[in-house]
């Protein structure tokens, strides 16, 4: 089911490319929980990873949520970027702003690019940058903290995150 809300950008940090957004619509009805972790230590190289997102939503590959997995090949990305993991995930176009999660079910990173000309050389934020960008938010954020799907099979994570993770359609208004 398709449901569209208004938000806005609530802070962002251009040089890693992340925002945080708000929801901002009286038909919005908040999550009482995230059952989900958000995990900032480093995570090991050879650590079994996937993402949830929406590849090519608005094109070929439709709106149902997609799961794709592999593991972390580097602690560091593009040309040794320490702010990033190089993943042996195959992403898309559209799987970008989504999370990585570990297999406890921890998001410990944000995709955010691919090598075109490899096969499955893609990159993701690491999470300790976009808890730098909650912790200066005027407001206090508590990060979610829920450890319940640690002992979960992965099929029953990915029904459960599912919910959680949504497909953003931007439309710019510049004002």
Do not use: H
Not at 21 to 38: A, E, G, M, R, V
Not at 80 to 107: A, E, R
Not at 135 to 142: A, I, K, Q, S, Y
Not at 147 to 170: A, C, G, H, R
């Amino acid at each position: 089911q398709i449901k569209s809300y208004n938000a806005k950008v609530i802070s962002c940090d251009k040089q890693n490319d992340l925002a945080i957004i708000k929801i901002d619509d009286k038909n919005f009805k908040p999550y009482s929980n995230l059952p989900y972790n958000f995990k900032t230590e480093i995570s090991e190289i050879g650590s079994n990873v996937f993402v949830l997102g929406y590849p090519m939503a608005l094109s070929a590959m439709g709106v149902e949520v997609k799961f794709a997995d592999g593991k972390i090949c580097s602690k560091t990305g593009y040309q040794g970027d320490i702010t990033t993991y190089q993943i042996s995930v195959p992403i898309q176009p559209g799987n970008s702003g989504g999370p990585l999660f570990d297999y406890d079910g921890n998001i410990i990173g944000v995709v955010s690019a691919k090598i075109m000309a490899a096969d499955n050389v893609s990159y993701a934020i690491k999470s300790n940058l976009l808890k730098n960008l909650l912790d200066v938010l005027p407001e206090n954020l508590n990060t979610p903290n829920d450890q319940s799907l640690i002992e979960q099979s992965l099929t029953q994570k990915i029904k459960l995150l599912s919910d959680y993770v949504v497909l953003i359609k931007i439309r710019w208004n510049e004002k």
